[in-house]
């Protein structure tokens, strides 16, 4: 390996003497040996309750961020010392390796275990065919939990797709400030879905009659126009929709960033021909605007869709999901799995997620490979 | 109108869009005014009703703050999430960086397959490896009486979890990044190789300097996403006080206290403050990362 750039590299380095390359052997049995003590040594440290958090930290940033290189110098080092033929063959399965293994421990092999888990029992243990999607397909909760679910991933692409389109359509107009606004809809974008739940948690915030006065906006102007408070969080089936406001509220920035750029790249001609033949402004928001992005839309629609399939976090943290009726498939999941440690039910309700996403896989590759055709 | 004038914003057209960006604010803005609020304020009037006073300095606090950072454990949570998010975001970018340069500029057998199955592997759902993986974390896996997994006891561990983020963010880090470098000119690659660089000189001095746009957005969407997390944490990392990260922290706390507005809504902001921080710092790179992406299992 040379240290200088690229330009100063000769093809030939100069074979190293004798001492220097007895030391390079000293150094590279040292730099084996040592380093896999100094890992160890790093990730007990982490371990270690007793030591400062501070330095706990401090030693667990830098094991992460340099073993990560180091792995690779390591690795790309020892190649290096292969002989010619070989060096060049193995190489790229270096380069490639991490990643793989990585990918085969972490998703390929979990895929096939959850399958093979969802037909046994809660430990695991014994085989017991398809009691557990029977569960998934019978279980009140279960049901509610796919309604649900069904709903989410009708209602919030659909409500963010709207808004997002349209907002993106009338900010495109303006003449200043377009950024500006753009960014106050993409911000929530940033927080997390547990940041996003405490805030409209404290929206529907609730207190009952004589219990203080209520400080959550929704019950505030509900009062004002003459009512009692309302537990909002608790009126079936309503309570769902005030869930799916709140990623809503989250993705609609997404959508509309996306679809903003496809709307701006629509040729300004076609558009002004329209309006020179007199299209009204709908006009041409119906036929030229939303042809021209409909594959954009389609695949915002399908992320979307995705997402709301997976939602946890938001009807996780609102609490006592089977108490309001507002259970959803991959909160289900969790719930079984690793509070009711029922892996065989929690492994069902996988599956049942997996499922529904392998369309979308078989898509991904194919479009894929088309594109890789054309390349 | 002219031709190739754009058509402008009348007041209805600007008008809805304020009214818009203000509905998007308004629930930010709660949970920021409630928590610079005293305790008895926040949970007895309605946060707008500072409105009508803004520059009365005695209703304005930042005592939540500071018993949320030492007494709630928030300080240590912040600690604990840079702990987790650093790693797991130079983790998979680094590796996928090394396997996307292999994919498109190196030759070996299996170089297609194995592309294809990164690209089915981008939207597998993140429940599909949770049961799997915390068995293997906790008893190790053994195939026909091999031990082929260790039993590492990685559960609760910081090296736990940075595995299983960098493992779920590899097929689309991998995928956007091998779109990006193999777009570069290959004459670039050739001439380098002609000047006797080899395979890992043209990738530290060559690619990834070219790459900086494509691995600052992946960058800021992994380390968001990881910061953001609270299944993978909950999952792998538990709820112990010494090693919880803010998303769990803040969920325990809506889970305990969740009437002590003036709290909750310090927790709230305290875990949004560096996410904020890199949208309003990055936000070119910010967009292009979380659009980039949204695809992710």
């Known amino acids: ?375 | 109108m002219s031709v190739g004038e754009r058509k402008k914003a009348g007041w209805f057209v600007r008008i809805t869009i304020l009214v818009v960006c203000l509905i998007w604010l308004f629930p930010a803005l709660g949970v920021l005014v409630t928590s610079f609020r005293p305790a008895d304020d926040a949970n007895t009037t309605g946060w707008w009703s500072t409105l009508t006073n803004p520059w009365d300095v005695a209703q304005w606090t930042l005592a939540n703050y500071r018993s949320v950072l030492d007494s709630g454990g928030f300080s240590n949570a912040l600690l604990n999430s840079l702990a987790v998010a650093i790693p797991a975001t130079v983790m998979p970018i680094t590796m996928a960086a090394f396997a996307a340069y292999a994919f498109s500029w190196m030759e070996f057998r299996g170089r297609q397959v194995m592309f294809v199955v990164v690209v089915a592997l981008m939207v597998v759902p993140l429940q599909m490896a949770l049961i799997p993986i915390l068995r293997l974390y906790n008893g190790g896996a053994e195939l026909f009486g091999v031990t082929v997994f260790p039993d590492l006891d990685l559960n609760g561990t910081f090296l736990g979890i940075w595995l299983a983020h960098t493992g779920f963010g590899l097929p689309l880090a991998t995928y956007l990044l091998r779109n990006y470098i193999g777009s570069l000119p290959s004459s670039i690659i050739e001439s380098a190789k002609i000047d006797g660089a080899d395979h890992f000189t043209i990738f530290t001095r060559l690619i990834v300097p070219l790459s900086v746009p494509a691995l600052a957005a992946f960058t800021i969407f992994q380390f968001l996403w990881v910061w953001n997390d609270l299944l993978v944490a909950y999952v792998f990392l538990g709820g112990t006080r010494d090693n919880q990260v803010v998303t769990i922290a803040l969920q325990a706390l809506s889970g305990s206290r969740g009437q002590d507005w003036h709290l909750l809504t310090a927790a709230a902001f305290v875990t949004m403050a560096l996410p904020l921080f890199v949208f309003f710092s990055l936000q070119r790179y910010f967009v292009r990362g979380l659009t980039a992406g949204a695809v992710k299992g």
């Open chain 1, 1 to 375: 390996m040379s240290d200088g750039p690229v330009q100063q590299i000769t093809p030939t380095d100069p074979a190293p003497a004798g001492a220097e390359r007895a030391l390079r052997l000293l150094g590279a049995v040292a730099v084996l040996i040592g380093l896999p003590l100094l890992v160890r040594w790093a990730f007990d440290f982490t371990q270690d309750r007793d030591a400062n958090r501070f330095a706990i930290v401090g030693v667990a940033i830098a094991l992460g961020v340099l073993g990560v290189f180091a792995l690779f110098w390591v690795m790309d080092q020892i190649v290096d010392r292969l002989p010619h033929g070989w060096r060049e063959t193995v190489r790229p399965y270096v380069f490639v390796g991490p990643a793989l293994v990585l990918l085969s421990v972490f998703l390929i092999y979990p895929v096939v275990n959850t399958v093979l888990l969802s037909f046994k029992d809660r430990r695991g243990n014994d085989w017991v065919g398809l009691d557990n999607y029977e569960f998934v397909f019978t279980d009140p909760s279960m049901l509610r939990s796919l309604r649900n679910t069904a709903m989410w991933i009708v209602v919030v692409p659909a409500l963010a797709l709207l808004i997002g389109l349209l907002f993106a359509t009338l900010a495109d107009r303006l003449q200043r400030g377009e950024s500006v606004a753009k960014s106050v809809i993409f911000l929530p974008m940033a927080i997390s879905f547990v940041g996003a739940a405490v805030t409209f948690r404290l929206i529907y915030s609730y207190r009952p009659e004589g219990f203080g006065s209520n400080i959550g906006v929704m019950n505030a102007v509900w009062q004002g126009l003459g009512n009692d408070p309302v537990a909002w969080l608790t009126k079936k089936p309503w309570n769902n929709f005030l869930l799916m406001v709140i990623m809503v509220w989250m993705q609609t920035g997404f959508a509309m960033v996306v679809l903003s750029s496809a709307i701006k790249s629509i040729p300004e001609e076609i558009i002004e021909a329209a309006r020179i033949d007199g299209a009204s402004e709908w006009q041409v928001f119906r036929h030229i605007t939303v042809p021209s992005i409909l594959p954009t839309i389609t695949v915002v629609t399908t992320y979307m869709v995705i997402n709301a399939m997976k939602v946890f976090d938001i009807v996780f943290v609102m609490g006592s999901p089977e108490n309001n009726g507002t259970e959803v498939v991959a909160e289900r999941m969790l719930t079984w799995f690793f509070i009711r440690n029922n892996g065989g039910y929690g492994a069902a309700v996988a599956v049942v997620l997996f499922v529904a996403v392998v369309p979308v896989m078989i898509a991904n590759v194919r479009r894929f490979r088309a594109e890789e055709a054309i390349r």
